[in-house]
């Protein structure tokens, strides 16, 4: 059985840290690509950033570059989202998911498996 699941979500202020987590069982850590997505209230999820199958290649969406990085376990299914200066504006339910495919992806359809989601949420 596949499950993603996610840690590490709270409240802090602008300007403040953030490290997530997420556990993946299930699943050959050698096939398959990680990702980490948000959804704030009332919009659409989100890409925030994907990281292939070795970690050795990462992409970020264009609103979090230079302040979130993603990072996974060497051979498992485990991925990280350290989030630093972070900003009200990246208030949100955070969820990790995972791809079959070999080229990282900024799309929601590309990715088959999602954890239930974290919550994030920063104070100005």
């Known amino acids: 059985q596949v499950k993603l699941e996610e840690s590490g979500g709270g409240w802090v202020q602008a300007g403040d840290s953030l490290k997530l987590s997420c556990v993946g069982t299930?699943?050959?850590?050698?096939?398959?690509?990680m990702g980490w997505f948000r959804q704030a209230p009332g919009k659409d999820r989100e890409f925030v950033a994907a990281?292939?199958?070795?970690?050795?290649?990462?992409y970020y969406a264009d609103s979090i570059r230079g302040r979130f990085t993603i990072s996974r376990t060497s051979g498992e299914n485990t991925v990280f989202l350290q989030m630093d200066n972070m900003k009200p504006g990246d208030t949100a339910v955070y969820y990790c998911?995972?791809?079959?495919?070999?080229?990282?992806?900024?799309?929601?359809?590309?990715?088959?498996?999602w954890g239930q989601g974290t919550q994030v949420t920063v104070s100005s």
């Open positions: 998911a995972s791809s079959s495919m070999y080229l990282l992806s900024a799309l929601v359809d590309s990715y088959d498996y």
């Open positions: 299930g699943l050959m850590p050698s096939r398959r690509t």
């Open positions: 990281i292939s199958r070795n970690g050795g290649d990462t």
